[in-house]
């Protein structure tokens, strides 16, 4: 068993099989579990690649292989001992996924980590959401069914898992101790386990795993652990843990005792999970739960009981799924004006400096309402500036009662008639961040139990604005980020360049879109679209980082689109930059000839990115699809190719990210299809008005994700260069 752990830890280290890219890109995916390995192309049905143990299983077949013809060669059978190829849920019914807990079989051979006829589970998970061209093929993961635990951890995860991403691509991390040596050292940690914790293996090994305990972890979840090893059993925890660099995660942990053949034990395995957010989702659960138990105490009937506590269940889960303080806003106003009979009201936040009030939307107020309201000096004499000072909640029964109470209010603006209002400060700890202002159509008493309420929601309202203000924030930053990486479009003669930036509309959702244009010294004219993966500020650095090294590359010298790629790749792997992304790179130019036949021709190479579409002047539109190639990051020795087509006068071409043809609900293929639909509907509109055409019909005013386009015009070379080609300055 040491030798197994021992060869795993080589086998994380280096690339195994014929094919290094897969090879290298594979344990990120698989988490270096034991296991036979095995990928699967589900358009031909076939197996591409396996690791050393999946070969064992089967050692004479030649790749690729059908999957069935594979089963019969490794002696797949059920458990119950009929061939697995004749059951109800055969190897390519199981490689797609299905059933999604995978089921239990056994190979005819044994293999380095396998004895012949051990039970083994099989998962089948298609690679849905990774990036091309793993997108088409689907994983086959044959383990070994030794750690009980942690099968159930994977099988479980199963279930939810295509809601996601793949299961085995989560956060599950391993790590393998040696309890036979002092202090039971940890000899092995999947790369994963660096990824969960920011320890490389160098600084964990040979250390206790009770490195990743901290002064605030609890010393009854570390005992249940270290009783359940003592006693050689498999024991699990969710226990507080600290990163490399001190940040806090909530770390579920499950630790099975591994045995020899003589019952010895020697070794222990560990599967880790980040469940920080489902910790903390469930104690926001909890506590909504406490505030509407704390409210139906409150009440006096059982009636009101329920009432109040629906509204602070309902707000509670309403306000999870904002994301703007707009959203936080109109979920404010619907739900507790609603659920308290209110006719309407709004949130107001405080400025930094606590000197004014902003209302958010004054959409849910009296129609009469002067727009003067909109803001108000934290000072004056109005109920809402009074809430906010004394930090307390200020009601009234009438409109009568409030004039009373306020007698120079009408200085800043005429009050709208209204019946009862509200005004509860949004407090987070001494920190006022809004108020809510709630109003009734007629006079109205509020009793305790509604004003208690109406306290407990302003708290959940605080905590969402205060999410929704950082979320903007960082929203902001990334796009800041992102833009300052546009580039402005050089104007080549007789060419015209239009581009668009789309961020999604929802979510913080920012990253590694871009577009890039580059007049080169010899009159050629060079075209980038590309997709850096993720959507966040890592991704944004790693597109600039891309951008940057492509943009010199391709002015550097003259040499073909797909040598100008590997060049980059070689340099992110030498340069240390991680990231994948996926690229086109196109390259615009004129020999004498072409020039005389009034053509310009374009030579791209695609770097497992989504084809160009050339759009001609009588309005047919041509995909310039091709075999697809390697992602940028990925395998920098893959062989890549140049592809060449002519651009003839009047022709558009446009380069274009994921975002514009990919939604909930459509395809790519339907979605390429929809814009070839409307690039024909538009061939007679300028290019600009073209773009903002495809905007509004592919994308709307919602976008799901960001989207990057680059439309290239080729004018008439006959005759005078058109304004619209650049009538600034000449490439």
């Known amino acids: 068993m040491s030798d197994l752990f021992d060869s795993h830890a080589r086998d994380a280290a280096a690339p195994l099989g ?26 031909s049905n076939q197996i591409v690649y396996v690791n050393d143990l999946a070969r064992q299983l089967a050692p004479d077949v030649t790749l690729p292989i059908d999957v069935e013809d594979w089963s019969r060669a490794a002696g797949l059978q059920v458990a119950a001992g009929g061939e697995l190829v004749d059951s109800a849920t055969p190897l390519t019914q199981v490689a797609q996924g299905d059933p999604e807990r995978g089921r ?32 088409a093929r689907s994983l086959l993961i044959l383990m070994p069914v030794r750690f009980p ?31 036979t040596a002092e202090d039971d050292p940890l000899i092995w940690v999947s790369r994963s386990f660096e990824e969960l914790t920011g320890y490389t293996r160098e600084e964990v090994v ?40 001190g940040s806090a995660f909530y770390n579920h942990v499950v630790i099975s005792p591994v045995f020899d053949a003589e019952g010895r034990l020697t070794h222990r395995v560990g599967v880790l999970t980040d469940v920080t957010g489902q910790v903390l989702a469930a104690r926001e659960l909890e506590e909504a739960h406490a505030e509407a138990d704390r409210a139906r ?76 309201w909109s803001r108000l000096t934290w000072n004056e004499d ?21 004039a009373k109470a306020h007698p120079s209010i009408t200085e800043h603006a005429d009050v709208p008639a209204m019946g009862a209002t509200a005004n509860v400060p949004l407090l987070l700890g001494r920190d006022v961040v809004g108020v809510i202002f709630l109003f009734w159509n007629e006079p109205h008493v509020l009793p305790t139990a509604q004003r208690a309420a109406l306290q407990a929601a302003a708290r959940y309202t605080a905590q969402a604005v205060q999410r929704a203000t950082l979320i903007a924030e960082r929203r902001t930053a990334a ?46 004219t060079t075209l980038v679209i590309g997709d850096v993966t993720g959507h966040d500020m890592t991704a944004a650095a790693h597109m600039g980082q891309l951008r940057g090294l492509l943009r010199a590359f391709a002015f550097d010298r003259e040499e073909p689109p797909a040598d100008i790629v590997n060049r980059l790749d070689r340099a992110l792997l030498g340069l240390h930059i991680d990231g994948l992304a996926t690229l086109v790179l196109a390259r615009i130019e004129q020999t004498e ?22 759009l001609l002047a009588d309005g047919t539109t041509r995909v310039l699809d091709t075999e697809p190639e390697m992602l940028i990051g990925l395998a920098p020795d893959s062989p890549r190719s140049n592809h060449s087509e002519a651009l003839p006068p009047g022709s558009t071409l446009l380069l274009y990210t994921d975002g514009l043809v990919e939604h909930r609900g459509r395809s790519i293929t339907d979605g390429v299809d929809d814009l070839r639909q409307v690039l024909t509907g538009a061939k007679d509109l300028p290019l600009e008005e073209l773009l903002d055409r495809v905007v509004d019909e592919l994308v709307g005013d919602s976008p799901d994700d960001d989207c990057a386009m680059l439309a290239v015009r080729a004018h008439r070379q006959d005759r005078p260069r058109p304004a619209e080609a650049g009538p600034n300055r000449s490439a």
């Open 18 to 43: 014929d094919q290094p890219a897969l090879d290298a890109a594979l344990p990120h995916v698989v988490h270096d579990y034991p296991a036979a390995v095995m990928l699967v192309d589900t358009a």
């Open 104 to 135: 239990q079989i056994s190979a005819a051979l044994r293999s380095q980590a396998t004895e012949a006829r051990e039970a083994l589970w099989a998962i089948g998970m298609p690679l849905l959401d990774a990036p091309p061209p793993l997108r």
């Open 149 to 179: 635990t942690a099968v159930a951890d994977v099988t479980d995860a199963a279930v939810v898992g295509r809601a996601h991403r793949s299961v085995l691509a989560s956060g599950l991390a391993l790590a393998i101790s040696d309890p």
């Open 206 to 245: 040979g250390r206790n795993c009770r490195l990743l305990q901290g002064d605030d972890t609890l010393p009854a979840d570390v005992a249940h652990l270290r009783d359940g090893i003592a006693q050689e059993q498999t024991v699990s925890k969710t226990i507080l843990n600290y990163r490399q660099d």
């Open 297 to 372: 105490k409150a009440q006096a009937a059982a009636e009101e009981v329920g009432r109040f506590g629906r509204l602070l269940l309902v707000l509670s889960e309403s306000l999870t799924a904002t994301v703007t303080v707009e959203d936080v806003a109109a979920t404010v106003s619907d739900v507790v004006a609603r659920e308290l009979g209110a006719a309407g009201g709004g949130l107001l936040l405080a400025d930094a400096t606590q000197t004014h009030l902003d209302f958010v939307s004054m959409d849910a107020m009296p129609q009469d309402t002067d727009a003067a």
């Open 382 to 402: 109005a109920p809402i500036s009074l809430a906010a000072r004394s930090r307390q909640g200020v009601f009234y029964r009438d409109h009568h009662a409030l």
């Open 479 to 524: 796009e800041t980020l992102q833009n300052s990486l546009l580039t402005r479009l050089p104007e080549p003669d007789h060419l015209e360049l239009r581009a668009r930036y789309v961020p999604a509309a929802t979510e913080e959702h920012v990253g590694g879109d871009w577009y890039d244009a580059i007049t080169l010294p010899d009159g050629a």
């Open 593 to 614: 000839d072409d020039a005389q036949a009034g053509l310009r021709r374009l030579r791209w190479t695609n770097a497992g990115h989504l084809p160009p579409v050339l």
